[in-house]
């Protein structure tokens, strides 16, 4: 099937879509299709629905019963029956959908299905006994069934474990924001330092420059602060509020104030458990379960040491929520008065700066040295890109490296392919490098990595001295990585 021409990228969605729904081989068959809210979801099944004139049904919070009423009217005016659908339970309602596909293969969506599964929690149960492998309503059907849903704990937890509907799933795809180039071209952004700094406020959610913002996006560098003030920071914008939003949206979550706290204190630069429970005067084992809710739906990521493997350091994984927990949940009282915004986000600079802007650069320079760099740039191909920290027993410190590039060899020590280190707002000179340097002593001392190629890598958002370009050119151990190297093609 082609993709819709005003379908933005969501290319390997729709190729994976396409190949599920069009499958010619007898037997029906199960999809899941996840991820968290504005991200087109919605948009690609109902596409991929016409496309192969199939059928949608896009669930609504409501009893057991009227979600059976409303889809027996959905499917009878889908199908047009000799009379219409009156199902009595969910189980005769599966069955005249596997009947659907008899003569051809046929995409049938149920969107938001979370919402149908806490009014009657038996239909994964009733799926599973529909889909089993002899069963002749199923052999004898090719429906290509799409359960979608943006609960992320639900959904992760429907093909999980022991799951009922574990192993009955042919596709498992998850819808994730745009990553940041093509993020950057979906805003029309081409000036890489704005791309950097609104991708560090709004992310790669689809929906929010149109729907959200109708169209309203920062014109250049010298429109940027006044574009927060009027979209984000504006309390008659639907942005302002989604923040709060995204997280009171999940069902697992019944203390926000808690996981709003937990956010919080890893916005302000606290980043280990320990960190967050003394941030909060609580316990480690106390803030054991919101951090674990809060991976499961996908808002805080928990990346690993790429030195001490025992050590790991969690980060808000949805700016926009980083941008409200960092920046607006302290003043937000004042944020919600009319006309206060500018003179919030005045003074707001040092902060946003320090604690959601540097490190949101230093992951953009992680996710390029992995994704996008050209492999020439290391000498090979990571297979694992993160930061870590390093102990210098000479100096008694430890010393933080924002990007460690690793191959493994699969026998023996994987090999260090680069250290780097990432400043937004410095300049970046001698100090810098001879920093690495002795980062990379300290490591070839160690018996950890093979360090025998590592490389040097100096990510800046304001430049470099001519000290360090000098230092560039006549050596063939460092790289110095600006801004728009971030969005340049590789080769």
Known sequence: MDKPHEMFDRDSEWAALSAFVTDERAGAT?????????QGKTFLLDAVTRAAEGFYFGATEATNAESLRRFSDALTRFSSPPSA?????????????????AERPIPIVIDEFPYLARANPELPSILQQAFGPLRPERTGSRARLLLCGSAMSFMGRLLSGSAPLRGRAGLELVVSPLEYRMAAQFWGIEDPELAIKTHAIVGGTPAYPNEFLRGDVPRGLEDFDAWVVRTILNPQTPLFREGRYLLAEEADVRDPAMYLSVL??????????????TYLGRKAMDVAHPIA?????????????????NRSAFRIAEPLVAFYAGIMRPVWDQLQRPGMAERVWAASGHRFASKILGPHFEQLC????????DPEVFGALPTSVAGGGVNDPGAKTMHEVDVVVIESTGGGRPRLLAIGEAKWQDTMGRAHLERLEHIRTILRRSDSFDTTETRLLCFS??????????????????RLIGAADLYRTAG
């Open 30 to 38: 199960l999809g899941v299709v996840s991820g968290r809210r504005r």
């Open 85 to 101: 659908y009156h199902f009595e339970d969910w189980v005769e309602a599966v069955d005249a959908l596997l009947a659907l596909g």
């Open 264 to 277: 919080s204190a890893v916005a302000d630069g606290n980043t280990t458990r320990g960190g967050i429970a």
């Open 461 to 478: 958002g304001a430049g470099f001295n001519d000290y360090l370009r000098e230092a560039a050119e006549s050596r063939d151990d460092l």
């Open 293 to 309: 809710v809060l991976e499961d739906i996908g808002l805080l990521r928990r990346d690993g040491d790429a030195f001490r493997k």
């Open 366 to 373: 992680r996710e390029w040295a992995l994704f996008h760099a």
